[in-house]
Nanobody, 119 residues
């Protein structure tokens, strides 16, 4: 059973920083692009940052220059450093492969990490 475990969320004031981490099984991590997704209240889940197995990164326009995604292939972890946070970054953040991992046709997601940015 695939388990994705996110950690590092919390409450922070606007302008502050948080670092999210995610542990993924080696069999899905090593050969796949990994991403951080987020789902704000009342909105659909969306990809905000991605990193290929070789380290190439891309970002949603709204987080460019503020968020940095990285991966440690030896530890099967992917991280998201979030700086200059804004209230509109408030969401539950999830890590997953790109596209999202699925089993028997159903996408597999972890519990997510809640990030709340106060103004």
């Amino acid at each position: 059973q695939v388990q994705l475990v996110e950690s590092g969320g919390g409450l922070v004031q606007a302008g502050g920083s948080l670092r999210l981490s995610c542990a993924a099984p080696g069999n899905i991590f090593s050969a796949n692009a990994m991403g951080w997704y987020r789902q704000a209240p009342g909105k659909q889940r969306a990809l905000v940052a991605g990193i290929s197995s070789g380290g190439y990164t891309n970002y949603r326009d709204s987080v460019k220059g503020r968020f940095t995604i990285s991966r440690d292939n030896a530890k099967n972890t992917v991280n998201l450093q979030m700086n200059s946070l804004k209230p509109e970054d408030t969401a539950v953040y999830y890590c997953n492969t790109i596209p999202p991992w699925s089993t028997a046709g159903l996408e597999v997601w972890g519990q997510g990490a809640l990030v709340t940015v106060s103004s």
